[in-house]
């Protein structure tokens, strides 16, 4: 994936009633890595990937995705390309199952819409499902209303439901958010330990410094709207700019809860 100025190799720029929400965005995002985006609420990260996701339009500029212009594209034909995201508060159906919700999922994917007669429950996607409950494992939640659900299993299944096309690159909004400090590295591992096995690029936003070190490869440090440091983790984490704007001169790079070496 690519995000480039017309004339030359860069930019995606939003306003908002004249302030610059994102701009001077110049990066590009190689097959099979891990990238954690960071900065401040406001800095613009929302913003950049309600961008590429299409939920947000581009003043200027351009957004390459596997060779196809994403510009004027509506999410879920962004979605059937292979990129998909989830968001910070799980888009999931309350009153349903987790059986249920996932297989909403997968005929919304499947199909061009879900009529009255359209039939939902049949036994290859039924198949599908349970292997994707599995891969998350959330199997054992299968017959819970989602309303019931820990907060740590809706995400899961909201990031299950939003990755049912097995997509080329995944776009996660803060998906450690309301999760104990207990709970986000198990969670963490089970959402980094599916994608990965189906070799997919994953972008996610995260404010917890410690996740990021843990899970990702490559850190872009967002700052007013810029991205002010693009850099492997470990030299993000003591980046003047990332240090200053960013994680606190106090932030001691290393620190990572549980077994900090372990293959995440």
């Not at 030359?8 to 099979?32: P, R, S, Y």
């Not at 036994?123 to 019931?148: C, G, H, M, P």
């Not at 599916?194 to 843990?214: G, S, Y």
Request: proline share 4%; with cysteine; hydrophobic share 40%.
């Amino acid at each position: 994936m690519k995000f480039r100025k017309s004339s030359e190799h860069a930019l995606c720029l939003t306003n908002f009633g004249g302030v610059v929400a994102a701009h001077d965005i110049n990066v590009k995002v190689e097959e099979g890595e891990t990238i954690g985006i960071i900065g401040a609420n406001g800095a613009g990260k929302t913003t950049f990937v309600n961008m590429v996701t299409g939920y947000l339009p581009p003043s200027s500029g351009e957004i390459d995705f596997l060779g196809n212009s994403l510009i004027g594209l509506k999410p879920r034909d962004i979605t059937k390309l292979g990129l998909c995201r989830s968001f910070q508060v799980p888009q999931v159906f309350l009153s349903e199952t987790v059986f249920d919700n996932m297989l909403v999922a997968y005929g919304i994917a499947e199909q061009s819409g879900l009529g009255l007669f359209t039939p939902i429950h049949t036994e290859d996607r039924e198949v599908r499902v349970y292997d994707q409950l599995k891969r998350y494992q959330i199997s054992d939640y299968r017959d819970t209303a989602a309303s019931a659900l820990p907060q740590g299993v809706r995400k899961l299944l909201d990031i299950a439901m939003a990755t049912v096309r097995n997509p080329k690159l995944v776009m996660l909004d803060e998906p450690t958010s309301g999760i104990s400090v207990e709970e986000k590295f198990g969670l963490m591992d089970i959402i980094m330990e599916a994608l990965r096995a189906e070799q997919t690029t994953v972008m996610f936003i995260e404010h917890d410094m410690e996740i990021v070190e843990r899970f990702v490869d490559r850190v872009w440090a967002f700052y007013q709207g810029e991205i002010v440091c693009d850099a492997p983790t470990a030299d993000a984490m003591v980046d003047e700019k990332v240090r200053e704007f960013v994680i606190g001169q106090e932030y001691h790079p290393g620190h990572v809860e549980g077994d900090a070496n372990a293959e995440g």
